[in-house]
């Protein structure tokens, strides 16, 4: 008898407690207009869906050629030179927010004289600001109602632009 009132107390605690953990969330959202097209977003802490992003990254790619000249040796020193040139200019226009930057593999061409051209694809990846923080703290605050703007006030041109 003893054993049994300790497992239903037992029971009962772990039942008390499972039930104190579970406990319901709740969210009351009233007065919003319905007279035109609403959309509500709850969320806690950052979206996953990348609402918020101060950066998106871009790819792309480019054609990287060197000088045609005879001989394969010759052209392919030409390539890496013309390579070398693309990823310091890649670098100096994207400070700080180049990602990868990949020359490729050159593949070379003889064209009516002989000459020899090395040319391949490169590919790069770049972080590109979408917005800034001040703008997501802002977008982040709850805003208050904006009155409207004053009407504007057409320019004027002077006298002498007219004739």
Known sequence: MMKASRLVL????????????????????KNIP?????????QKGR???????????????????????????ES???WKQACAEWKKD??????GQLLSLSCGTPKGTKD???L??????????IKVKVRDSASAKSEKAESAPVAPASPSVPETKPESATQ
């Open 10 to 29: 037992a029971t009962v605690l772990v039942l008390s407690s499972i039930s104190a953990l579970a406990e319901e969330t709740k969210l009351g959202i």
């Open 34 to 42: 319905t007279d035109s097209d609403t959309s509500i977003l709850i």
């Open 47 to 73: 979206p996953a869906g990348g609402i918020y992003r101060d950066y998106e990254v871009e790819a792309g790619s480019e054609e990287i050629a060197g000088e045609p000249v005879a001989g394969a040796k």
């Open 76 to 78: 392919l020193a030409s």
């Open 90 to 95: 890649m670098r100096e226009m994207n400070q």
């Open 112 to 114: 009516q004289n002989l």
């Open 116 to 125: 020899m051209t090395q040319t391949s694809t490169g590919t790069y990846k």
